[in-house]
């Protein structure tokens, strides 16, 4: 087929086909199908921020009873009055659908990932699905917006639990949480918040874990401790309030100062930056945590164990400690394990989030005696295949690659791409069924900004794709099926691309080599780049890749999570456009509008405006082909039956993944439901670097 076209494409130009002819296979918008009906996702129960929880002093606090006789009748712990914070945070019981739970048993859960160290603020990460989150808390919280009504919806407090601007709108005073205490008793207070931003974020030789850089909280955005317990940002633009949802997770949950700076550089110059980064590796027992849950057991590539945090700053409204779980697992394993264990009863948790293997967890989770239900939340994964724009040096391209990368910014080069790109066929070969949307890439349809008439869809037209790269001068000058590079370009080289993809996940690896193959009868030879998610963040963040297949962010779904990254807003902030060597970023014309638009979106609060804003940032980057949409589909939450207060319609991604979204701090399981699954009972953390937990 594709010797035949080539042919054809070449007869074009040296036969001087009409101008219509050409026109008629050049590529134009067509009309975008509408997402297949799907009927199973579930709905919240939309309710107020304050009917979730509040900060205030209880009368009495309680504890598991074998913490009071083991631990603080032996004088090992102070009093859990005591331990807590002046006014912990609250959880009202009319919000939890269980309502107020009981303490025991174990969530199991099943990670892909692997610990590189505890060092998160320094770029380490944890093996993901939610063992960073169950140990991290941040300054406010996103999660659970989910169930938030839409006139409400602003981010939670969390360790910040106030805050209020100044008069003109510049300064934004915040108070934190008052007397809570890092798991290993250490006070927590604006120190470890000032050493999270002056000596991680603002220190260009950190790249703290999910990227956070000072562009994040808007430029020449400042940050200062007025007190023990106050801090206050002053920013440039006036109330934006978008900066809120970047003081959730995954960009402002500070770190144990008391155990980091003892290997900061700043403050031991005989000690370097790897050394700082790679301080505390996975093997180092009892890190530290503000979160519900510590890590006392760790044995390669099979487990890690946490047990709860007996300074753990929330409680329920009978002012028991939270959390009721006295223990978590993270089974060191595979994501499609992850499944097939949590439908088998094996495991407890999954966001089932790859299509393929939809089929076997329905069909598993029908049973009525099935041990874990299955429920689907809105299409908020999706799939796209990123170009690399940067043309001055970000990753250090050779001949080759850069001249891809003026192929990546040229839009009759994308069009062809995504018109090349087979979206039916290509969620057809995931699952067959109601789940796969046509996604052109952009905001998803079906999300809160999202709108279809400002998203220009281009059709699956491969003999346009194709006379568009003839067009273009790309044609294959050595007759081996491959398009080559004019020759004063890359020495006139057939067109090699790297393709960049997570090995870890089997729909991104089944994804891209379906772009492989839909690239062939278009000419251009697509080199395949599988790495295990451990390579993938070094590898993408240093802009080592000409393509990349990537499950989009929560920025795509929600907008208001993670704004800044929308477009190349600062010199570290997007997914595909960096800064190059020189410090600059090279933005083409479109982009810097999209720059603007984003920036303008984050600069006001009018929700009109914003929806305005938004519908124009749609069409500039469908019309642009700013990244090719590859697919979107719903995932699925699972969960074993024996656990309790799993709210109605938590999606597995929305503003934060599902281990979030569900408050697992106040998850339980009833009493005549637990199980013996406690590998370390009526034990808590030991001392920082200890052996494993003590029995009191
Ligand atoms: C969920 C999530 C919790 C990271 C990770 C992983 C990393 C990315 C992303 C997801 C995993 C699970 O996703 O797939 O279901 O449990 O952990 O954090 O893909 O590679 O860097 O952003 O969250």
Known sequence: ???????????????????????????????LPDPPVFEAQGTPTFVGISDIFEYKALPEYHEPEW???????KGLLPPVGE????????????????????????????????????????????????????MMECLTRTGPLFEVKAEELAPLPNLAKSWEWSEDGHELTMHLIEGAKWSDGDPFDTEDIMFYWEDNVLDPNVSPTNGAT???FGEGTTLEALDEYTIKWTFKDVRPEQYLYQMAYGTFCPGPSHILKTKHPKYNPDITYDEYKNGWPAEFMNWPVLGAWVPVEYRADDIIVLRRNPYYWKVDENGNQLPYLNEMHYRLSTWADRDVQAVAGTGDFSNLEQAESYVEALKRSADANAPARLAFG???????????????????????????????????FRKAVTSAVNRQALGESLIRGPFTAIYPGGLYAGTTFYDKASTVYYPFNLEG??????????????????????????????????????????????????????MEPLGLRIILNLQQDVNIGDL???????????????????????????????????????????????????????????????????PAERVELMKKYQKLF?????????????GALIINKRFANIPLGAPIFMFNWAEDNIIRERVYVPADKQQNYELHPNTLPGAPGSEGPISG
């Open 1 to 31: 087929m594709r010797r035949q076209l080539v042919a054809l494409g070449g007869a074009s130009l040296l036969f001087g086909v009409s101008a219509f002819a050409v026109q008629a296979q050049s590529i134009t918008p067509g009309e």
């Open 67 to 73: 913490v009071t006789t083991n631990f603080v009748d």
């Open 83 to 134: 331990r807590l914070p002046a006014e912990p945070m609250v959880f009202k019981a009319s919000n939890a659908v269980d309502g107020i739970g009981v303490y025991g048993d174990v969530m199991r859960h099943v990670i892909g990932g692997r610990p590189e160290g505890w060092n998160y603020i320094g770029g380490q990460s944890q093996g993901w699905g939610g063992i960073d989150i169950g």
């Open 214 to 216: 000072p562009e994040t």
């Open 378 to 412: 809105a299409r908020t994964i999706g799939y796209a295949l990123e170009f690399n724009y940067s043309a001055n040096g970000w990753g250090e391209p050779d001949e080759r690659a850069q001249a891809v990368r003026e192929l990546n910014r040229n839009l009759d």
């Open 465 to 518: 794709a194709n006379a568009t790269l003839d067009t273009l001068g790309l044609v294959d000058t050595d007759g081996n099926g491959v398009r080559n590079f004019p020759a004063d370009t890359a020495g006139g080289q057939d067109i090699e691309i790297t393709l960049l993809a997570n090995a870890d996940y089997g729909t991104d690896g089944n994804l891209a080599e379906g772009i492989v193959a839909m």
């Open 540 to 606: 993408s963040q240093s802009g080592k890749f000409d393509w990349w297949v990537r499950r989009q962010g929560a920025e795509i779904v929600s907008v208001v999570q993670n704004t800044v990254a929308l477009a190349p807003t600062g010199p570290r902030v997007h997914a595909s456009h960096r800064a190059g060597t020189d410090g600059t970023l090279d933005l083409l014309p479109f982009e810097q509008e999209m720059v603007d638009t984003v920036n303008a979106f984050v600069g006001t609060n009018d």
């Open 622 to 634: 469908t019309e642009n082909v700013y990244a090719v949409g590859l697919t979107q589909y719903p």
